[in-house]
């Protein structure tokens, strides 16, 4: 990565023994260089290479995403008794998360066909279209059927934010990027519309560690 030794050796140590916890409040800046570079290695094709995201660690995927919940209430990009959509099979935390009181969302199914190696129908996607729909909350490779959306129905969502949802905010949780072979985010894609989450849990075999 070119960094100097020093630093990223002082960053090291001081991140071990967690000399100056709490701060940065984002993330060490050699480990977000390192990061940024795996998930764009991994989540993104060839003309997405240049893309520059903004990272934020957490302790877990299931941490990231209800930050990222506790995040959109905080900051009234989502409000009680919005709707969101939510791809579905997905994982329980996001099944449950909308109806706890805190939440109170009223939740639209987005629904994969099993029969069509679990890819989202038209008909499904063309849901978004509804303005009132605040934000789409999917797992590109779904859990736990592993396959991604395929590249013809990521372009149909980017269509829908350019022409009829421009202010959708879709959540991707993409923890199984690396088991799909030249995997594409909607990150990608949409990045201005798109908070990805992403824990090397999965791919690494164990718990923890992970960004959103
Ligand atoms: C799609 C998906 N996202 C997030 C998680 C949670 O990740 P972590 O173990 O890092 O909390 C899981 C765990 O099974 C998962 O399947």
Same mark, same amino acid.
């Given at each position: 990565? =070119?960094?100097?030794?020093?630093? +990223?050796?002082?960053?090291?140590?001081?991140g071990?023994i967690g000399?100056?916890?709490p701060?940065? !409040?984002?993330?060490?800046?050699?480990?977000?260089?390192?990061?940024?570079?795996?998930?764009?290695e991994?989540l993104?094709?060839?003309?997405?290479k240049s893309?520059k995201?903004d990272?934020?660690?957490?302790?877990g =995927?299931? =941490?990231?995403i209800?930050?990222?919940?506790?995040?959109? *209430?905080k900051?009234?990009?989502?409000?009680?008794g919005?709707?969101i959509?939510? =791809?579905?099979?997905?994982?329980?935390p996001?099944?449950?998360?909308?109806?706890?009181? !805190?939440?109170?969302?009223?939740?639209?199914?987005?629904?994969? !066909?099993?029969?069509?190696? +679990?890819?989202?129908?038209d008909d499904e996607? !063309?849901?978004?279209?509804?303005?009132?729909?605040?934000?789409?909350?999917?797992f590109n490779?779904g859990?736990?059927?592993?396959?991604?959306i395929?590249?013809?129905?990521?372009q149909? *969502?980017?269509?829908?934010?350019?022409n009829?949802?421009?202010?959708?905010i879709i959540?991707?949780d993409?923890v199984?990027?690396?088991?799909?072979?030249?995997?594409?985010?909607?990150?990608?894609e949409?990045?201005?519309n798109?908070?990805?989450?992403?824990?090397f849990s999965?791919?690494?075999g164990?718990?923890g560690g992970? +960004?959103?």
């Amino acid at each position: 990565m =070119g960094f100097d030794p020093d630093s +990223w050796v002082y960053e090291l140590v001081m991140g071990c023994i967690g000399d100056f916890y709490p701060e940065p !409040d984002r993330m060490l800046p050699h480990a977000e260089k390192i990061v940024h570079s795996f998930l764009i290695e991994f989540l993104c094709k060839k003309q997405f290479k240049s893309c520059k995201y903004d990272l934020f660690a957490t302790e877990g =995927g299931t =941490g990231g995403i209800i930050y990222v919940f506790n995040s959109l *209430i905080k900051n009234k990009l989502i409000k009680k008794g919005d709707k969101i959509a939510i =791809g579905s099979p997905i994982f329980t935390p996001y099944l449950e998360i909308p109806h706890l009181n !805190d939440y109170e969302l009223v939740e639209i199914q987005i629904k994969a !066909d099993p029969n069509d190696n +679990w890819q989202y129908p038209d008909d499904e996607i !063309d849901k978004l279209k509804d303005p009132s729909i605040k934000a789409f909350f999917v797992f590109n490779p779904g859990n736990p059927q592993a396959k991604a959306i395929k590249d013809e129905t990521i372009q149909r *969502i980017a269509d829908i934010v350019e022409n009829d949802n421009p202010n959708l905010i879709i959540i991707s949780d993409d923890v199984y990027a690396t088991f799909v072979e030249n995997f594409s985010s909607i990150m990608s894609e949409i990045p201005s519309n798109t908070i990805c989450v992403y824990s090397f849990s999965k791919h690494m075999g164990c718990t923890g560690g992970d +960004w959103v």
